[in-house]
């Protein structure tokens, strides 16, 4: 199984860990944890690195 961590970029703080779905609504993303918790930022992803499970978005949270 492949979660990420996914970061902000402007700051590099870890907004989510271990998700294992990002959904694209717009400008918003819908995040989603192995547990089935969610959270909704806007914004955009900016990078996807598989090999070390890190997402890069830039978002305003």
Request: with cysteine; proline share 0%; hydrophobic share 40%.
């Amino acid at each position: 199984m492949c979660l990420a961590t996914v970061y902000k970029k402007s700051d590099d703080s870890v907004i989510f860990k271990n998700v294992s779905r990002i959904d694209v609504e717009g400008d918003t993303l819908i995040l989603s944890d192995i547990m089935g918790e969610t959270r909704t930022v806007k914004g955009s992803i900016l990078m996807v690195d598989l090999a070390n499970s890190i997402v890069k978005v830039n978002c305003e949270e």
